[in-house]
């Protein structure tokens, strides 16, 4: 490795492009900024060595300069910004509509979408967001950012810390303000320091040759942003692990008891009532919605609620032995309003109405025109008896039970396990008699087998009851996005609302050259000059890049 | 500073610089792999071959068998074929006599088949077990515990067991009776 000797004394590392210390320009380094080029030097990281750049012996320090290239991360940036764009095109595997005549992503994509459909399925796009390219991606995004990062912060926090107040001439004239004045004399150039001072400038004074600086704290905006993002993304990737991050979906029934899904097993809750309230379109305070809410014909939902409880296991129970319960909390939940217990929270997030939860019939003559019933008897559709008796001496047996009713190729079936559309196979036995009769009854539907029964079957009454959907979450991740977030802001706020301003005062013979750098607002920077010279003879600076364009 | 004080300075730099991009590299590459590694592990079945089988204790509900509830873990040294179903699933339906020819045979081989039902109630079970005369135990997993625990999706579901409580294989959908001999031969306890 070959350092450089400035001719101020100062030895710099290969690759510098300004001595650290006294800012002349080295001779072999010009074309890295292109500064050969242009009479104005380029101040990026105050023209130090990204070692990156200058050597790469082993494959470490070859993989480190590839991540190390801003150029490399825009690529990266600009191909997960495509992707995900594509991503967009059609919708993804757990969004294909639930109507849809397959649900198979093999075949969706190309029924609906043609052969772009089918590209787009085989290149994997129905899965982007978690398919593992798109993950390699992000993650050397990521990568990017912490090489970049440090590979940039480390010798600009350096050669800020090792610059020296006196410069090389070259350097000073080269700057995008500078001036030169024949004519100075102590008292003013006494003057200037003193005004910068004031204008909180730390003033460096080596042998006469001054600089002022101001506001080096916000060149750290950037990196303190990217810590930020970092954070950010460490947070993301914390949510894999279950203990941290749990996301889950439970339906419970009203009066059913259920185990939370996530919490193995160690909390049940209940819930003991359920309540919609929709939009009255005769309510005044509704006047204004009358249009909407007719024109959407069905009643919209204005909140809805469970009331719930919420029961801990004792913890020795095996899985599915009958868990003692301790009752912790019972409270009401309701949209935007979660319940939250031992580091979980339960949010109300769906409902399904009306699903069937008793069903009372009676027993009448078949040619009795009233119906009079002689006898009744009710069924729990979700624990059915095998047979009922009735008050009168019938007695009923269920031969079957379809909770789900339908028909499949004449055949009775049920669809699943919930009464949604109950349905019965049963055998009435007339008091004292073993001559039984069998009829099936569901919603509906009222067939005798025979059509020769004397006796038949009526719903007289059901009970309904509601379905809670709620959302199970745990997520200690949180804080640690917020942290992030925050330290992001902080990082934008100190990039953007500080200037970077430094000011050389040059000694000449028996005048001065003044010139002038900051990161940005360069009027406000000449503003300051204007204001320190405003009592001295010395000239005002002159914006060099304006005479070049 | 001597030329050689310089070479060595030079070198030990050289060093510290290595070490330290290559700490920085293996961190950032193993928060990569446990990425794609934890994405990846998303989506299986929380258990599978090679596992050993959790345990659970549930009710016995079929009436001609003589267990009135099943607990895992006492059937250890036995093969153990679990099953999972509901009478509404009709590929479950479909294996269900299957299970029953072989049951006599291979129960005094040292094979249970444990059953367990998903279904909301007893009674379409216990018409079931009528319909087709099962005799097997069929434990009633009325909470969804079990499944929860054994994370079943769609049904049927089968696990194989080992003597020694290890899952030997997951069968996701409908066995049909030669795989089903297949399978109880490779859980066989050995005499």
Redesign the interface.
Known sequence: ?KKIKCECGHINPEGTVLCEACGKPIEENQHIEGNDKRKLLNMRYDGTAR?SLTYNR?I??K??SFFSSVKVGIWLIVITLIASAIGTIFPQEMYIPAEAPSRDPAIFYEAEYGIFGKIYYQLGFHNLF?S?WY??LI?LI??SL??CS?DRFVPLYKALKKQKAKRHETFLSRQRLFSETKQVSEEEKQKVVEALKKQRYNIQNENGHILAEKGRFSRWGPYVNHIGLIIIL?AA?LR??PFLYLDEYVWVREGE???I?GTD?EFYIKNKAFTLDTYDIDDVENERFKEAIKKEGEPIAENYESDVVIYQAEKSA????EPELKKIIEDNITVNNPLKFSGFTLYQAGYQLNEFKTMSFNVHEKNDPEEKALGTFTIDL?????EYKLDNGFRVK????Y??YYLDNGEP??????PRNPAFVLWVYPPGSEERELSFIGIGKNIESQGENKYKIGIEDFEMRDVSGLTVRRDYTLPLFIVGAAIFMIGVIQGMYWYHRRIWIHPKGDGLLLAAHTNKNWFGIKKDIEKVISDTEINMVVDQQELED | MSLEQRKANKKNKKRRRLVFRSIILLLLLSAVVFALVSNFNKDKTSYEAGDKAPDFKLQQVNKNNELESIQLSDLEGKGVMLNFWATYCKPCEAEMPFMEKLYPEYKDKGIEIVAVSLDANELVINRFIDKYDLTFPTPHDANSEVMDLYDVGPIPSTFFINPDGEIEEVVNGALTLDKLEDHFQEILPKK
């Open positions: 490795m070692r082993s470490v320090d993989i480190w978690s593992w993950m390699i993650a990521g990568i912490v090489i440090l460490l990737l894999f692990t008891e259920k185990v899904p097993g095996v899985t599915g032995a979700m624990s059915p008896e095998r269920v031969e079957n039970y909770p789900d079936r049920s669809e699943s396990k919930y």
